[in-house]
T-cell receptor
């Protein structure tokens, strides 16, 4: 069975600090996708990134970066120079490429950036 | 980018009534649509998966007769909460996969349901 664990329930930092959100996953599939979504207070899920299991290159997009380590089944998300607008709940998710293709979400990490 | 809309965004109803929530893919054809439920400060839980023109596949523990799902076209799926009760109050989110680009799911803005 697939499982996504986000051990950090809540994180609170001061603006401009760097923060890393952890994500560990479990799957028996050899081919799968990993995702990060942002859910601001409005509730709408905002897609941030999709990573294929066969592509272990790390990715950077502005202040956001992702570290995919297949050996440790982790897909961590780092925000550098955090801003108040980054405050939201962040979800890591996993989906197998074949089979049922269901998107399985982690429990979410509530990130609060204080001015 | 792909846009998914939901209507209504918020609904308050009396216990015992039925509520219909619409999910539309505005600028793409959605081969598969998903319905999720999210309780406050909790994660998203998949309720059912629907493919256009066929019956929805419900997750274990989700009552089919309670949550009726219809996926009549490639751009529209509806969720009807029948005989709603206060415990059905939740945030309902739909999601859609684009035909030919099934790697990514796009989410609607969600519908907040409050049953009095």
């Amino acid at each position: 069975a697939q499982k996504v664990t986000q051990a950090q329930t809540e994180i609170s930092v001061v603006e401009k600090e760097d923060v890393t959100l952890d994500c560990v996953y479990e799957t028996r599939d050899t081919t799968y996708y990993l995702f990060w979504y942002k859910q601001p207070p409005s509730g709408e899920l905002v897609f941030l990134i999709r990573r294929n299991s066969f592509d272990e290159q790390n990715e950077i997009s502005g202040r956001y970066s992702w570290n995919f380590q297949k050996s440790t089944s982790s897909f961590n998300f780092t925000i550098t120079a955090s801003q108040v607008v980054d405050s939201a709940v962040y979800f890591c998710a996993l989906r197998d490429r074949f089979g049922a293709q269901k998107l399985v979400f982690g429990q979410g990490t509530r990130l609060t950036i204080n001015p | 980018g792909a846009v998914v809309s939901q209507h209504p965004s918020r609904v308050i109803c009396k216990s015992g009534t039925s509520v219909k929530i619409e999910c539309r893919s505005l600028d793409f054809q959605a081969t598969t649509m998903f319905w999720y439920r999210q309780f406050p400060k909790k994660s998203l839980m998949l309720m059912a998966t629907s493919n256009e023109g066929s019956k929805a596949t419900y997750e274990q523990g989700v009552e089919k007769d309670k949550f009726l799902i219809n996926h009549a076209s490639l751009t529209l799926s509806t969720l009807t909460v029948t005989s709603a009760h206060p415990e059905d109050s939740s945030f309902y989110i739909c999601s859609a996969r684009e035909r030919g680009r099934e790697e990514t799911q796009y989410f609607g803005p969600g519908t907040r349901l409050l049953v009095l």
